[in-house]
């Protein structure tokens, strides 16, 4: 059973044009919900952990909220550097292994 | 603050053989995890060092092993190589819970 599940798979934006990311999530005791940020072919970068449902975290044009199932990343005004993979991995209370969604693939287009 | 770094960069071996990649964590964390990206895919958690101990393993077979240094770095070793082994291979290091990666590894088996 997959803990995490993230969507869309893809996504192609219009440079400007906001959106927003889903991971939802089964694990019994969240202890932290993260997100990352992937280029081809190097280690995910981290942007935001969240603890807590209605906690919300934001930097420069990203925002990643949660809820008691899912999270979401918004993304405000894309620019094309912001084309990457973004993961999001959560964390059991008792446990000390991360679990990745499959990420989903953003593309801007200028 | 260098941040997790892993050696080497990229590796080409064949099928039998066996492989060690290194990894030194981020200044003032004790903790190191390994995991193995499949491309297109989340990372999979491999297994987790504190204290020069494994804390917790993925589901992953006995062929991979590793180790912690008093320096608290780390090594992977995978025996008996497979086609299937042929992947990314990221070390993160963390303190309390943030995990924070390295630029991985690109095994390749062949």
């Known amino acids: 059973e997959d803990q995490v599940t993230q969507s869309p798979e893809a996504l192609r934006l219009q440079e400007g044009e906001s959106s927003s990311l889903n991971c939802s999530y089964t694990v019994s005791g969240l202890r932290g919900l993260f997100w990352y940020r992937q280029d081809p072919g190097k280690g995910p970068e981290f942007l935001f952990t969240l603890y807590s449902a209605g906690e919300e975290k934001e930097k420069e044009r990203l925002k990643a909220t949660l809820t008691k199932k899912e999270s979401f990343l918004h993304i405000t005004a894309p620019k094309p550097e912001d084309s990457a993979t973004y993961l999001c991995a959560v964390q059991e209370g008792t446990g000390n292994q991360f679990y990745f969604g499959t990420g989903t693939s953003l593309t801007v287009i200028p | 603050d260098a941040g997790v770094t892993q050696s080497p960069t990229h590796l080409i071996k064949t099928r039998g053989q066996q492989v060690t990649l290194r990894c030194s964590p981020k200044?003032?964390?004790?903790?190191v995890s390994w995991y193995q990206q499949a491309l297109g895919q989340g990372p999979q958690f491999i297994f987790q060092y504190y204290e020069e101990e494994e804390r917790q393993r993925g589901n992953f077979p006995d062929r991979f092993s590793g180790h912690q240094f008093p320096n608290y770095s780390s090594e992977l070793n995978v025996n008996a190589l497979l086609l299937g082994d042929s992947a990314l291979y990221l070390c993160?290091?963390?303190?309390?819970?943030?995990?924070?990666f390295g630029p991985g590894t690109r095994l390749t088996v062949l």
């Open positions: 993160a290091s963390s303190g309390w819970d943030t995990q924070y």
């Open positions: 200044s003032g964390h004790d903790t």
